[in-house]
């Protein structure tokens, strides 16, 4: 393979193609920045830390949600690589989408801890200890970059733009999971609507794309889980009679040494 | 927050699984086989409906039904194959939603990644249910080709 060709599909869904030389190593955002350096400098396209960990670079390549950055184009197996803004999200210029509604219904779900006691939550005097057992609960769901393609490939968010979406569905699962949080019935209340956990039918389509291996759709079947216990014990009159989560403090009043968290070998 | 759907790909998208996961297939048949499952629910009530005009209108209906030949009974296969299908992959997403089988506990991810959601059990279940459902619908077309005489 000497060259290859980019079929992009631009504003007002007009295709336009480009031919770029093809050498060993070359990804995707490799060839776009080829492109808009010497052959169409208006080509439109987000990009920014080029190793797969801002998240900006996502587009549809060859009909599935990719990062450009991490996309061979050896991988793809084909000299004609087709390239299309993300799904399920409106295109501000060629490849570049609005990314804006999909931050928003992550937000919506309170990504972030949250503390009855605001004065030890601002003024903290200690650390919040976690057990490494504890951390493995959520530690996946916490990997996430954002990027939007689980969102772009999944199924029910190209019919319900007011479902949450794995993405946002994950993020409050690894909050809930979190032992620091006291914010998990505001935010199982949150997730049990029509728009939410219910509405996903586990086509697994997240998973499948996402760069980090977060697993959205695990994290969305575990959080149903949660609702439906929440449910079973409101239903029985038990609302309540879960155990909070243990405050930090008391975690450490105990004097409970939480050993180095063990990343398994994967990370140094 | 925008409740703008123009942007979204759409039903023909969400039902198209081409070179996505097995799950994302399985997860396109339920609603194909969902759909024949409600069509043929409203052409079964308009049938019985029919009672209501006596037997001479349910006579009418038989034999328009019966004019259909071999048609009808193709028809009454792929109800079959809908709801075998509809029923046992139901029961996995029952499995998978409710109680979290086959879908992993959460894991440190290690390159090259594998999400365990769609891992080795999840895959066993899919062609399980699939295998299943295929011998189902071959019984299931023996027994109407009995029931024409064929075989």
Redesign the interface.
């Given at each position: 393979m000497d060259k290859i060709t980019l079929r992009i599909t631009r504003s007002g869904g007009r295709k336009t193609t480009f031919v770029v030389r093809y050498r060993k190593g070359l990804t995707v955002l490799d060839a776009l920045t080829e492109v808009r350096e010497k052959q169409d400098s208006t080509l439109g396209y987000r990009h920014s830390c080029r190793m797969g960990i801002c998240g900006s670079c996502g587009m549809t390549i060859?009909?599935?949600p990719r990062l450009a950055c991490q996309t061979q184009v050896s991988s793809l197996d084909t000299e004609t690589i087709s390239i299309e803004p993300l799904?399920?999200?409106?295109?501000i210029k060629d490849l570049v989408t609005d990314i804006?509604?999909f931050f928003?219904?992550h937000r919506?779900v309170k990504p972030y801890l949250i503390r009855n006691d605001v004065k030890e939550r601002d003024h903290s005097e200690m650390e919040y200890r976690v057990l490494t057992k504890e951390v493995?609960?959520?530690?996946?769901?916490d990997?996430c970059i954002m990027c939007g393609l689980c969102y772009a490939?999944c199924?029910?968010?190209?019919?319900?733009?007011?479902y949450n979406g794995p993405q946002a569905i994950a993020q409050a699962y690894r909050y809930i999971?979190d032992p620091r949080d006291e914010g998990w019935e505001k935010r199982i209340d949150l997730l049990d609507t029509s728009h939410g956990v219910w509405r996903?039918?586990?086509?697994?389509?997240c998973?499948?794309v996402?760069?980090?291996?977060?697993?959205p759709?695990?994290a969305v079947?575990?959080a149903?889980?949660e609702v439906?216990k929440k449910r079973i014990l409101r239903k029985r009159g038990k609302e309540g009679s879960k155990p909070v989560p243990r405050p930090a403090t008391a975690v450490a009043k105990e004097g409970v040494k939480a050993p180095p968290f063990d990343?398994?070998g994967?990370r140094n | 927050?925008?409740?703008?759907?123009?942007?979204?790909?759409?039903?023909l998208?969400?039902?198209n699984?081409?070179?996505?996961?097995v799950?994302?297939w399985?997860?396109?048949l339920?609603?194909a086989t969902g759909i024949i499952l409600v069509g043929y629910l409203m052409a079964h009530i308009f049938e019985t409906f029919q009672l209501g005009g006596g037997a001479g209108a349910w006579a009418n209906t038989m034999n328009a039904l019966h004019s259909l030949g071999p048609l009808e009974m193709v028809g009454l296969w792929i109800v079959a194959g809908s709801a075998f299908y509809h029923g046992g992959n139901g029961i996995r997403?029952i499995l998978?939603?409710?109680?979290?089988k086959f879908?992993?506990k959460?894991?440190?991810?290690?390159?090259p990644?594998?999400?365990?959601?769609?891992g080795r059990n999840?895959k066993v279940a899919v062609w399980t249910i699939t295998l299943v459902v295929l011998a189902l619908w071959v019984w299931a077309g023996a027994y109407l080709l009995e029931g024409l005489g064929v075989i």
């Open positions: 060859e009909g599935l799904h399920n999200m409106e295109v804006l509604p928003d219904h919506s493995e609960k959520f530690l996946q769901f990997y490939a199924p029910t968010a190209a019919l319900d733009p007011l999971a996903c039918h586990m086509a697994g389509a998973s499948f996402c760069p980090k291996d977060v697993d759709a695990k079947q575990l149903r889980i439906l990343f398994g994967a | 927050m925008k409740r703008d759907s123009r942007f979204r790909s759409g039903l998208s969400s039902l699984p081409l070179g996505y996961n799950e994302r399985s997860y396109a339920h609603r997403l998978n939603e409710a109680f979290g879908m992993g959460p894991i440190l991810p290690v390159y990644y594998s999400p365990t959601s769609l999840q």
